[in-house]
T-cell receptor
Framework: NAGVTQTPKFRVLKTGQSMTLLCAQDMNHEYMYWYRQDPGMGLRLIHYSVGEGTTAKGEVPDGYNVSRLKKQNFLLGLESAAPSQTSVYFC????????????????FGEGSRLTVL | AQKITQTQPGMFVQEKEAVTLDCTYDTSDQSYGLFWYKQPSSGEMIFLIYQGSYDEQNATEGRYSLNFQKARKSANLVISASQLGDSAMYFCAMREGNWDSSNTGKLIFGQGTTLQVKP
């Protein structure tokens, strides 16, 4: 069971470069999320999606774009990377209540460590 | 505004002893869910335990229990009989609203508490 898979795991960028983080889940989850983790700040929601073709902004969306063209994939893009975007990025997914998942906990990928120089 | 506060940046506990990790939350919703996740040094996020705001009993999962005090808006994690493998960062998180088709399922997280278990 792959669960939630993120690629790449590590990346170093120069300021101004662009890149895309890919998240893929094989659990047929409707909901998907992108978080960033910074020391002392916990995880903060960047963008999320409640279904194929839909996206919405989270707490810290500036400088990022997302797309959900296929149900199983959720892409996070940085058009012009900045040092402030140095972080560990986590993708997560969850069931909807339709599947009677009582808790609705998020299932996380292993994280992608991004450094912007 | 919804908020999760974990006031203990770091904690130490002796192996085989119990430890309590604090979590307080702020929400104006009557319905919400509270979660605890564990993040070992390897980096993955592991779901530990869940408590619904209307659950009458405190949640338990093996050595983990959640001390839910609704009036105080606290949801502390209790780990009994600590093991070396419990050394990790622990995050408290909250989902506001009823868990139904209108809920986006997003969680807000606290800052985390690093737990070190001493042999």
């Amino acid at each position: 069971n792959a669960g939630v898979t993120q690629t790449p795991k590590f990346r170093v960028l120069k300021t101004g470069q662009s890149m895309t983080l890919l998240c893929a889940q094989d659990m047929n989850h409707e909901y998907m999320y992108w978080y960033r983790q910074d020391p002392g700040m916990g995880l903060r929601l960047i963008h999320y999606s409640v279904g194929e073709g839909t996206t919405a902004k989270g707490e810290v969306p500036d400088g990022y774009n997302v797309s959900r063209l296929k149900k199983q994939n959720f892409l996070l893009g940085l058009e012009s990377a900045a040092p402030s975007q140095t972080s560990v990025y986590f993708c997560a997914s969850s069931h909807t209540t339709v599947l009677r998942r009582k808790t609705g906990e998020l299932f996380f990928g292993e994280g992608s460590r991004l450094t912007v120089l | 505004a919804q908020k999760i506060t974990q006031t203990q940046p770091g904690m130490f506990v002796q192996e085989k002893e119990a430890v309590t990790l604090d979590c307080t939350y702020d929400t104006s919703d009557q319905s919400y869910g509270l979660f605890w996740y564990k993040q070992p040094s390897s980096g993955e996020m592991i779901f530990l335990i869940y408590q619904g705001s209307y659950d009458e009993q405190n949640a338990t999962e093996g050595r983990y229990s959640l001390n839910f005090q609704k009036a105080r808006k606290s949801a502390n994690l209790v780990i009994s009989a600590s093991q070396l493998g419990d050394s990790a960062m622990y995050f408290c998180a909250m989902r506001e609203g009823n868990w139904d088709s209108s809920n986006t399922g997003k969680l807000i997280f606290g800052q985390g508490t690093t737990l070190q278990v001493k042999p």
